[in-house]
């Protein structure tokens, strides 16, 4: 009787073991059928897949330039500017759209974000930089930001303060930023021994190795990490530094040269006095929109693509 049993048992082993086999194959089959099917639908929208691509790119490179033509116009409300980008966007999508539909595909683009703020300009070569008042105390260039885009500086040697052999960072002329938790980045910048204009930055009070260039004119490019044109290793803009950010200028009669930023916070000449508006002096806010966040979705019988992607006006220095 125990082995009539035995046999019994063995014999269900063996058909669930045929039975899980089974099923183990026909899964492999569908796994296998499933990456030919996707394979072969690839190849056969390649051509459609790539038109999606392309018009996806083109739309938003031409946001791009939108932003830029827009902020270029100097409005003195956002939601002036806001309209003037909504009429040049809607000319765009209405455009593509209309085009698309003739060959049976939908296409929309929609703006779902919008980050207002300002540009900070001085354009005087031969002013320092203080405000606007001429004031030669320290100064906050900007509070509470969390994105700057197209930073850069065009400075004078001759302007510039120069190192006799006192103390160079408390005399020199200092971008200073500071974050919510009193991290401090620190920009000095100065002519040394050697007449070269010298920058030299501090990372939360370690001193990095200095860039130096031998011009009358030198450019500091924030985003670019370079100086003269030549790449700065240490140049790391508000390296070590999270969260909204401070901008000051220290020691700003120890410079003199011009410089530009967008910052994603509005500044409002007539309620802030460091700043004149656009055209009656220097230094200048402007308001601009910093940047726009679009939804691109394109369908068709054989294809259906959508994206989602910020573009911040100019290059961007810092992010939050």
Known sequence: MSQSGSGAGRGQLLVITALVLAIVLVSLALVLNSAIYTENLSSRSSGNSDDALSVVSITFETIDIHLERVNARHNNSHEDLTQNYTQLTNEFQNAQSNGYANRGISFDATTIGQTNGTQLRQTNQSRAFTNASGDASDWQVAGGVSGISDYTMVVNRDG??????????????????????????????????????????????????????????????????????????????????????????????????????????????????HYVAFGTGSPTATLNIYATTTRITYDSSEVSYASTQRIVAGEQAYTE
Do not use: M
């Open 160 to 273: 510039l303060y120069t190192d006799g052999g006192g103390d160079i960072l408390a005399n020199s002329s200092t971008v200073y930023i500071t974050n919510e938790s009193g991290t401090v980045w620190q920009l000095h910048i100065y002519e040394n021994t050697n007449n070269n204009v010298t920058v030299k930055p501090v990372v939360d009070g370690t001193e990095e190795p200095t860039c130096e260039v031998d011009a009358a004119e030198v450019e500091i490019d924030f985003v670019a990490g370079a100086v003269g044109g030549r790449p700065c290793s240490t140049l790391v803009f508000a390296e070590g530094l999270e969260g909204t950010l401070d901008i000051e200028y220290h020691n700003p009669d120890e410079i003199a040269g011009t410089y530009s930023l967008r910052v994603d916070v509005t500044i409002d000449p007539a309620t802030n006095d």
